[in-house]
């Protein structure tokens, strides 16, 4: 499984980005995909998940009401769109694969990641 993460960048708070996960290598439905954060200084944390059928998410409260975990099967493809962006929501954003197609929320529940994506909110 190879997955490349983009969609970051630089926002005001108060701003929105959408991130982008694209996977390959096996197939997509059968994987639950998760968000995690590291912000510099700090563990990395969880921030969302969503089944492999994108019928179930989960996320942290921190980001509860602010981010959406989707996903486009056809394209093999996760998204986390962020609205309401906060100082404290800049970190490097990694998408990860878990075979179960399960709701994870720690990371030992992932056995593929991406590089990671960076997100800076400015205020």
């Known amino acids: 499984v190879q997955l490349q993460a983009s969609g970051g960048g630089l926002v005001q708070a108060g701003g929105s980005l959408r991130l982008s996960c694209a996977f390959s290598?096996?197939?997509?439905?059968?994987?639950?995909m998760g968000w995690f954060r590291q912000a510099p200084g700090k563990e990395r944390e969880f921030v969302a998940v969503?089944?492999?059928?994108?019928?179930?998410?989960t996320y942290a409260d921190s980001v509860k009401g602010r981010f959406t975990i989707s996903r486009d099967n056809a394209k093999n493809t996760v998204y986390l769109q962020m609205n309401s962006l906060k100082p404290e929501d800049t970190a490097l954003y990694y998408c990860?694969?878990?075979?179960?197609?399960?709701?994870?929320?720690?990371?030992?529940?992932?056995?593929?990641w991406g590089q990671g994506t960076q997100v800076t909110v400015s205020s």
């Open positions: 990860a694969a878990n075979g179960g197609g399960r709701l994870a929320t720690t990371e030992t529940g992932y056995a593929f």
């Open positions: 290598g096996r197939t997509f439905s059968s994987y639950g």
């Open positions: 969503i089944t492999g059928s994108g019928r179930f998410t």
